[in-house]
């Protein structure tokens, strides 16, 4: 029995559980979302008050960056929330070996920024740059080039992690390698990183040479993609998921290498921020900021249905085996053309993203079985996207050597049942054949499905450090307790 | 657009019909915490809702609501305890026996402290809580008593009438960022504040009142009387001139 009796302790009108830090904390494709207290800590001092805080009065914590993840990875309700990005400095940066130090809040964009006008491009990066390093490293996030480059784990040098106790050390993969590869896409749940140092890449130019190339069915692309990787750092595939019957899997893939500097006419240039500004209007006129405002009216069954054609017959018909150069950031971060496109989607629901890694003998069957489910379901993905993985040592990894699909759908207050339902059912072929979850990209799957996918003794070695670093499971958010608490 | 609740919060409900509205919520998949003063009916009502339900879904704070300082406190601890917070009912409430002649100012002030400075207390933090989240629903249980100054209690009346008042200026308040208050006005209902009572008419028992009251609640009324009949009553009573209404003995 709790009681309001006397000499409890009152709600403090400063500090982290103050009435006033409370807000509603969604995921990126607002499909989640929960009341939480959210602290914008500065400092590694400020960050120690906090979890002194938190554990003295036994609340629950949540980390979090920018909030890109889909889903519930960086929400919960009624914890401490901590929002890292104020801890946002470079500490430091060697032109020279390309290694920079910076604080977990720091984002791809603000890194890129700083690194690219001297010849350095972070190695891996996502599609979109505003997320966190700390964030990044957190859900060890790939690129388009994950099967040659891995994941952004590889290319971190060290870092600092705070357990729940305060107490900061450092952690580096020779030194300390079970510990780097298990914090590395451990979801916030090992601790609180708080400064990272990362070896970035060397570029000639700050363009990629891009090919567009249209595909007919899934075979063609899965085995247009595994035969491009030789000869490009950089393969993406998108298809039309309204397609069916011997269209199934019909898109277009973009297949891109850096720019060498012989191969540039002002290669110093484009390394500039002014060459790699993405254009704030469409067609020259629309401001960008508004175009999620039209887009909400394509944004439906219908609209996709059309949109998803348009694109694959424009792939076919005008950019048939186009190759052109591109600034890398509109090369990669595509998804930030459209500030504010995830807005277009249900006002009452927003989106999930589902994200199935499968070894490459079972891709094509895997996803063959995924989009028919869709179309079984009558719940196209309105976006589908293709990578090519390789496996890696870290302990919660997402990769295998393979494929990994990506279904973005939209949610309404009257599908959202069923679409969860046929999430599970999207991920049963997922785990028979051997396959893996991103949680980056979740917001449905069961801890079982999720723990199905786990290798031997994982999942035993992951709880044995959680009990060792954070014993009292201070760390946690929804996600953390939708798929690793009913069996741990 | 009709909500569903997962995390309610009744206040009153160690009896009557804050304890049907506990016990009905639960049944329906809710977590529900339960604040009133008497811990044990507190403790036997969780335990009954839980052993029904085969898990926790009733957490009991027990509380005097006459204790206004520790409302905020509890109100960080109870959606901690149950994982979240969408619906707060407000149905405590105390109606003494007062005689005709009888002019008390501490049973007045009592019905006061109970009825309309409780609910002010625990719904100003409800509705702090929501206004600053963006969503939440919101229900007083008022009183039909409260629609018109009566000779039989004029503390009870005037506590009704006023948490009628409270609850219009919360909603408007609070409507634009999405929260919804929802002022119930009940008949007679079959509880221990009616009990053995003479003269009630169209009596019905907490449990249908609290599904009439769930089912306005999720559909977010402004106002709904229970049963819905009495809205006429009301406006018969309302219609009666002041020279005519004095010498009726209602
Ligand atoms: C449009 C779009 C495109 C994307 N494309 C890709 C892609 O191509 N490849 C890919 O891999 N991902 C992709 N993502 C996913 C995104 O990169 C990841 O979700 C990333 O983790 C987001 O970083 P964030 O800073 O927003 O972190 P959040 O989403 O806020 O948090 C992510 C996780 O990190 C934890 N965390 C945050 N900070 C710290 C810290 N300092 N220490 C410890 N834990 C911490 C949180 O608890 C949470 O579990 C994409 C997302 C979007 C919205
Ligand atoms: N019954 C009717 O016909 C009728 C008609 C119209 C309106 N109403 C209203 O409906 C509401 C519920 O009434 P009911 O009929 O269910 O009455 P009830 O059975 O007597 O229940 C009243 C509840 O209020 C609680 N309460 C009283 N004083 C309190 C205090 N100081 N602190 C905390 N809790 C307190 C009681 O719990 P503890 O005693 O354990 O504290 C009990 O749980 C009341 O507001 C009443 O005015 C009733």
Request: charged share 25%; with cysteine; hydrophobic share 40%.
């Amino acid at each position: 029995m709790r009681g309001g009796g006397e000499g409890e302790e009152q709600t403090p009108d400063s500090g982290p559980l103050s009435a006033e830090k409370l807000a509603s904390v969604a995921g990126f494709g607002r499909a989640v979302a929960a009341a939480g207290y959210v602290s914008q800590p500065q400092s590694v001092e400020e960050l120690q008050e906090i979890l002194e805080v938190a554990s003295s009065r036994e609340w629950k914590v949540t980390l979090r960056g920018t909030g890109r993840s889909y889903g519930d990875a960086a929400l919960r309700s009624e914890a401490i929330v901590l929002d890292l990005r104020r801890m946002n400095r470079i500490l430091s940066w060697d032109r020279e070996s390309g290694v920079i130090d910076i604080e977990p809040g720091v984002t791809i964009e603000q890194m890129w920024q700083s690194t690219l006008p001297q010849g350095w491009w972070p190695p891996v990066v996502p599609g979109t740059m505003r997320p966190t390093l700390g964030g990044c490293l957190a859900m060890n996030v790939h690129g388009k080039n994950n099967w040659q480059a891995g994941t952004v784990g590889d290319h971190c040098l060290e870092f600092d992690l705070m357990p729940p106790s305060g107490e900061v050390r450092t952690v580096r993969p020779d030194t300390d390698a079970e510990l780097f590869q298990a914090v590395i896409g451990s979801f916030g749940q090992l601790g609180v990183l708080t400064r990272i140092r990362m070896q970035l890449k060397r570029v000639e130019t700050g363009s990629v040479r891009v090919t567009a190339v249209p595909v007919g069915d899934l075979g063609e692309m899965l085995q247009r993609m595994d035969g491009a990787k030789d000869d490009h750092e950089y393969v993406v595939g998108w298809l039309d998921a309204f397609a069916q019957g011997k269209r199934l899997g019909r898109g277009q893939i973009h297949l891109a290498s850096y720019l060498a500097a012989k191969d540039h006419p002002s290669p110093q240039e484009s390394l500039n921020l002014e060459s790699q500004s993405l254009p704030d209007r469409v067609f020259g006129v629309l401001p960008k900021s508004k175009m999620w405002w039209f887009a909400r009216f394509v944004t439906n069954r219908f609209g996709m249905r059309w949109v998803n054609s348009v694109k694959y017959f424009h792939a076919r018909i005008f950019e048939r085996n186009k190759t052109y150069d591109q600034s890398l950031a509109a090369f990669q971060f595509l998804l930030d053309y459209m500030p504010g496109w995830e807005r277009a989607y249900p006002a009452d629901g927003g989106l999930i993203q589902h994200q199935s890694f499968v070894p490459a003998g079972s891709a094509e069957e895997v996803f063959r079985e995924q989009l028919e489910i869709c179309h079984r379901y009558r719940m196209p993905s309105f976006l589908a996207v293709l990578k090519c993985h390789r496996a890696d040592d870290f302990l919660l990894s997402h990769a295998v050597d393979g494929f990994s699909l990506a279904l973005d759908f939209p949610v309404t207050a009257k599908n959202r049942q069923r679409l969860w339902a046929m999430i599970q059912e999207l991920s049963q072929p997922v785990v028979a054949a051997g396959g893996r979850f991103y949680p980056a990209k979740d917001a449905a799957i069961s801890a079982q499905l999720f723990q199905a996918t786990w290798r031997e003794g994982q999942l035993a070695r992951f709880s044995k450090l959680k009990s060792e670093i954070d014993p009292r499971g201070r760390l946690t958010s929804a996600l953390a307790e939708r798929l690793l608490l009913p069996s741990h | 657009m009709a909500s569903e609740f997962h995390h309610a919060l009744v206040i009153g409900a160690s009896s009557g019909i804050g304890e049907a509205l506990a016990r009905k919520l639960a049944a329906q998949g809710a977590l529900v915490s339960i604040v009133a003063r008497r811990a044990d009916e507190l403790e036997r009502i969780a335990g009954e809702i839980n052993d029904l339900c085969g898990e926790e879904r009733a957490f009991p704070f027990p509380q005097d609501v006459l204790r206004r300082d520790e409302i905020p406190h509890l109100f960080q601890e109870i959606p901690r305890a149950m994982g979240g917070l969408d619906l707060v009912i407000y149905a405590a409430g105390v109606m003494p026996e007062v005689d005709f002649e009888e002019y008390d100012t501490s049973k007045d002030s009592l019905m006061v402290e109970v009825n309309l400075l409780g609910a002010m207390a625990w719904l100003n933090e409800a509705a702090r809580r929501f206004n600053k989240l963006g969503s939440g629903t919101i229900v007083g249980i008022g009183s039909i008593a409260g629609d018109r100054g009566r000779s039989a209690n004029p503390g009870y009346n005037t506590s009704k009438g006023a948490l009628a008042i409270y609850l219009e200026a919360l909603r408007n308040r609070v409507a634009r960022r999405g929260v919804r208050v929802v002022t119930i006005k009940p008949g007679f209902v079959d509880t221990p504040m009616t009990f053995g009572k003479p003269g009630l008419l169209w009596l019905i028992s907490a449990e249908r009142a609290a599904e009439i009251i769930l089912a306005k609640a999720r559909r977010g009324v402004v106002c709904a009387y229970v049963p819905a009949r009495w809205r006429l009553v009301s406006w018969v009573i309302g219609s009666i001139p002041s020279f005519l209404f004095r010498r009726l003995k209602i």
